[in-house]
């Protein structure tokens, strides 16, 4: 089993979507056609609100036989592959830093058609359209942030080690 990681939340950065978009062009110039679309995911894309520094990518792809196929492609681009990762039908794969291993992206891939994309992304996409303070999902216990304030905003379960 793995070491567990202490979690690390930081107020909102927007260099975020820069990572984002980036990474979802070097995927691009690999993956090729097969990979119809990237969204960016998770609490790093939804402004406002604290979130761990490492930024979720939703890669739709053609199939998942077709990305398993292309899994030497993705490995060389540094990332480490996990397969399904106890989700059937998704492929989940990690990003760190070379030099301090510090994860930077978590990528979760899946193939067009299936009803995670749809929940992943309607799930951001509320939580983008209704202001931190607002939603019941956002509001908890106070947690030091690593700029060392604390915040309302994000849950108290999220200070406990993952």
């Not at 984002?20 to 993956?31: M, T």
Request: include cysteine; charge should be neutral.
């Amino acid at each position: 089993m793995a070491a567990r990681m202490p979690i690390e939340l930081v107020p909102h950065a927007e260099e975020w979507t820069t990572v984002a978009s980036a990474e979802s062009e070097r995927l691009g110039e690999w993956l090729g056609p097969i990979l119809r679309a990237v969204h960016h995911i998770g609490s790093t894309a939804i402004p406002g609100i604290a979130a761990k520094p490492i930024v979720d990518l939703m890669a739709v792809v053609s199939s998942i036989e077709e990305l398993d196929n292309r899994r030497p492609d993705i490995e060389r681009l540094g990332y480490e592959w996990l397969g399904e990762y106890g989700l059937p039908g998704r492929r989940f794969c990690r990003l760190s830093d070379a030099v301090t291993r510090r994860r930077l992206v978590h990528l979760h891939c899946y193939g067009e058609g299936s009803a995670e994309i749809e929940r992943h992304l309607a799930f951001r996409d509320y939580l983008c359209q209704r202001p931190p303070h607002s939603s019941p999902v956002l509001r908890g216990g106070r947690v030091r942030l690593s700029s060392g304030k604390p915040s309302a905003d994000v849950n108290e379960s999220a200070s406990r080690e993952n």
